[in-house]
């Protein structure tokens, strides 16, 4: 997974006090790729937009990259949400934590 350590802070600090499962996705976790966005997926019945853009304003207050922050009810997945997640190669954080 390719995180500096500002992001890996950022990270920590942005989902701190999230209720649910999170994972990293997208072109972040395979090492041998260069750049891209940070992809966050977040499983969480909170409400969707507002856990979204708090994640996302805490980690730019602290790192200004580009993050992408999903969440999806996991009682409630749509099926367009289900395919996605089948097609997708993810990385669940231990506790909500990158290390």
Do not use: Y
Not at 58 to 75: G, H, L, Q, S, W
């Amino acid at each position: 997974m390719r995180l500096s350590e500002i992001e890996k802070k950022a990270l920590n600090i942005a989902l701190e006090g999230v209720v649910g499962e999170v994972f990293i996705f997208g072109s972040r976790i395979d090492d041998n790729k260069k750049g891209g966005d940070l992809d966050i997926l977040i499983f969480s019945k909170e409400n969707a937009f507002k856990l979204s853009q708090e994640v996302t304003v805490r980690f730019f207050k602290v790192c200004e990259e580009k993050i992408d922050v999903i969440v999806m009810n996991p009682e409630n997945l749509s099926k367009e949400q289900v395919a996605f997640l089948n097609i997708i190669e993810k990385i669940k954080l231990f506790n909500n934590k990158v290390e």
